[in-house]
């Protein structure tokens, strides 16, 4: 079926050091994948996003890797700010036969910066 | 540049009325959608519009009803509102539907049924 989950609902880390976030998908025929930033009382906002054929894309101190083999997606955030405090989504695109397309969201990790 | 803008920002229901949520974008985006989100869960789609002039079910469209106005303007409405239906409740757009990174959410709008 489809459904996409993250590993841990929080991560806790010390401003300044490294962050990953996991992400499984179940769906081997979704063919783009995106990460979104929300913060308490607002939308998502747009991170980053990366298509199936593409092992690992780069941003501004974020990266996000995809590995087909298993399934996986993850976001690296580098030296985390108390700024990137909020929940993470990652979403696959998952396009059906009219190609119309959908865009599932997984639950969610709380990501918190320690000062 | 507003960007996507949603009305109201609060709302509280009894069960059996009905309203409208509106949702506006200024971006020249082609795509809209609806979504809900539920405490410790993530965005459910409910309804999108890939065009103006088309609307189509997502995950989760029963009670609710949804009218792309003109490009800019995407309602939904719940007709006989429930307690289920309470969530808070995002419009987004994008250019093109779902293909373009650009995929921008509104700020939301809080909805209670009781």
């Known amino acids: 079926g489809e459904s996409v989950g993250l590993h841990l609902p929080t991560l806790s880390v010390q401003e300044g050091d490294n962050s990953i976030i996991n992400c499984a998908y179940s769906n081997s025929a979704s063919d783009y994948f995106i990460w979104y930033k929300q913060e308490s009382g607002k939308g998502p906002q747009f991170i980053i996003d990366i298509r199936s054929n593409m092992d690992k894309r780069q941003g501004q101190r974020v990266t996000v890797l995809l590995n087909k083999t298993v399934k996986h997606l993850s976001l690296q955030i580098a030296a985390t700010q108390p700024g990137d405090s909020a929940v993470y989504f990652c979403?696959?695109?998952?396009?059906?036969?009219?190609?119309?397309?959908?865009?599932?969201f997984g639950q969610g990790t709380t990501l918190q910066v320690k000062p | 540049n507003a960007g996507v803008t949603q009305t109201p920002k609060f709302q509280v229901l009894k069960t059996g009325q009905s309203m409208t949520l509106q949702c506006a974008q200024d971006m020249n985006h082609n795509s809209m959608y609806w979504y809900r989100q539920d405490p410790g869960m993530g965005l459910r789609l409910i309804y999108y519009?890939?065009?103006?002039?088309?609307?189509d079910k997502g995950e989760v469209p029963n009670g609710y009803n949804v009218s792309r106005l003109n490009k800019r303007e995407f309602s939904l409405r719940l007709e006989s509102a429930a307690p289920s239906q309470t969530s808070v409740y995002f419009c987004?757009?994008?250019?093109?539907?779902?293909?373009?990174?650009?995929?921008?959410f509104g700020q939301g709008t809080r909805l209670t049924v009781v």
């Open positions: 519009s890939a065009s103006e002039g088309t609307t």
């Open positions: 987004a757009s994008s250019y093109r539907h779902l293909m373009n990174t650009e995929a921008f």
């Open positions: 979403a696959e695109n998952i396009f059906g036969s009219s190609n119309t397309g959908k865009l599932i």
